[in-house]
């Protein structure tokens, strides 16, 4: 795995991404971790309150270029985990 002081990841303050962060801040104590999630039907800030200073959260679209521009501002690694709103969804027919 490669080593960043400050790496930022989309769309993780829900359940399961909320637990990713966890896993990366055991396996990289030394990282620095910002979220850039949009706190929509699945994120919530919640999930990443016990982690208090080791996580930053930024709240904001990652389909919106001015916003991921500003969350990525002095980070050397970038996961892109979340997604657009709109591509997450699905009915429960499985169609789009």
Same mark, same amino acid.
Do not use: K
């Given at each position: 795995? +490669?080593?960043? %002081? ?5 769309? /993780? +303050? ?8 966890? %896993? %990366? ?5 030394? *990282?620095?971790?910002? @979220?850039?999630?949009?706190? *929509?039907? +699945? $994120? !919530? ?8 200073? !080791? @996580? /930053?959260?930024? $709240?904001?679209? @990652?389909? !919106?270029? *001015?916003?991921?521009?500003? +969350?990525? /501002?002095?980070? !050397? $690694? ?16 499985? =169609? =789009?």
């Amino acid at each position: 795995m +490669a080593s960043f %002081q400050r790496l930022i990841i989309t769309g /993780e +303050a829900g359940f399961i991404g909320s637990a990713y962060v966890r %896993q %990366q801040l055991r396996c990289a104590p030394n *990282t620095s971790i910002r @979220v850039l999630d949009a706190l *929509t039907y +699945a $994120g !919530d800030c919640v999930h990443l309150l016990d982690l208090g200073g !080791d @996580v /930053e959260l930024v $709240g904001g679209d @990652v389909a !919106d270029p *001015t916003v991921v521009a500003a +969350a990525v /501002e002095g980070c !050397d $690694g970038v996961m892109l985990v979340g997604m657009p709103n709109s591509m997450g969804r699905r009915s429960g027919n499985g =169609s =789009s």
